[in-house]
C-alpha cells in the first residue's frame, strides 16, 4: 500500500468514528475530558474554539443519552456543570489511544 493509500485508510477511520458517533465535535470532546481533563462546560468551550453553546449542549446530550458521558451540576453560585467518562467512555477512549499508538508504531509516517 502506497503512502497516500494509507493516508486516505486513516482518514476513513477517523471518518468512520464520526459517523458511528454522530457529529464532528463529538470525538474531540471525548478526546479533551479523556486526555486533558478539562471537564467543566466552558473550559470545554473554550478550547473547541468555533462551536456554539447551543451545539455543545446537544453534542454533551447526546455522548450522555449514549452512555459515554455523566454530568454533574454543582450548586453553587454560579452554577457549575462538569463532565466525566463513564465506563464506555473509558473503553471507547482506550481503544482509540490503542489504535493511535499501533498506527505511530506501524504506518510510516507522510512526508
Known sequence: ???TEQ???RCKTMSTLQKILGGKWKLEILYYIAFHDIRRFGALRRQ???IT???LTKQL???EADGFLVRH???EVPPR???TLTELGRSFMDVIAYMKTWGDENLPENK
Open 1 to 3: 500500500m502506497r503512502k
Open 7 to 9: 493516508a486516505v485508510e
Open 48 to 50: 473547541l474554539g468555533e
Open 53 to 55: 453553546e447551543s451545539s
Open 61 to 63: 446530550r447526546e455522548l
Open 73 to 75: 451540576d454543582f450548586h
Open 81 to 83: 456543570v462538569e463532565y
